[in-house]
């Protein structure tokens, strides 16, 4: 068995135990494979292993590692396989990104949503978008607060961009807390879900993608429909030293 394997195997082990726990089916919970930092022949390992939604955080990044997620399909032999962009996004490379990903999962301004709108206008496609909400008040942290005038504006704007497809909402938990903090800060995503799913009728939120290698299973509890763990699958990481 390869470490991967390993990996993967103890990880679906947690996973099953959490949706036990949470009483829901596995296949209720979609695993994306966070292969930020690692080289594109770990996407191809993890396919191969039948993983077919990957995360990445840096368009540079992903762009040295193949031309697009289309060319990564092929190169994997799996038309199934998505390549989401996970991680903060500046206007100025919407266009980039919106020809290198399947999905942005990091939308949080206004300013952001229209120009991947535009992006995907161009190319003649619907783009899925996630809208990430920041539920701590850590400084780093990315994401619109949930009652800021951003946000208000976002949800209202969001129906009118007929090249984007919203579909949910991230979150990312604050770093070394206490498990009820986590737990609160992954609720919080979901009551946020269910109060705009009545003020935001024109909207349509199912997704909930919470939960990193050190959180998932609460996450899952607290009503996670997406996971996104890297460590726990590739091992730890070398800090990032690309320019971006
Ligand atoms: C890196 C990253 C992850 C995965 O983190 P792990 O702790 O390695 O599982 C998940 N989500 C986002 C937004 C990330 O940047």
Redesign the pocket.
């Given at each position: 068995m390869t470490a991967l394997e390993e990996n993967l195997e103890r990880l679906e082990d947690a996973i099953a135990a959490a949706c036990r726990k949470a009483a829901c089916a596995r296949s209720e919970i979609e695993l994306m494979a966070?292969s930020?930092t690692y080289p594109a022949a770990i996407i191809a390992e993890a396919a191969s292993l039948g993983l077919t939604l990957f995360?990445e955080?840096r368009v540079q990044e992903f762009a040295n590692k193949a031309v697009d997620a289309a060319e990564l399909r092929s190169t994997c032999g799996n038309d199934d396989l998505r390549v989401h962009l996970?991680?903060h996004l500046q206007s100025n490379k919407a266009a980039r990104a919106v020809e290198l990903f399947d999905a942005i999962d990091?939308v949080d301004s206004v300013r952001l949503a229209e120009r991947l709108n535009e992006g995907a206008a161009k190319l003649g496609k619907r783009l899925p978008v996630l809208i990430e909400v920041k539920l701590s008040p850590e400084e780093t942290k990315a994401g619109l607060e949930p009652e800021s005038t951003e946000a208000t504006q976002l949800l209202e704007r969001l129906p009118d961009l007929a090249h984007l497809d919203p579909q949910g909402l991230m979150t990312?938990a604050p770093w070394g807390v206490a498990e009820d903090v986590t737990r609160s800060c992954f609720r919080s995503l979901r009551v946020w879900r269910d109060r705009w799913a009545v003020t935001r009728p024109r909207l349509q939120l199912d997704v909930l993608s919470m939960g990193?290698?050190?959180d998932f299973p609460l996450a899952i509890e607290e009503g996670a429909t997406r996971i996104?763990?890297?460590?726990?699958l590739f091992g730890k990481?070398q800090p990032w030293t690309g320019a971006e």
């Open positions: 966070v930020k995360g955080n996970i991680g990091s990312i990193m290698s050190g996104r763990v890297g460590t726990a990481r």
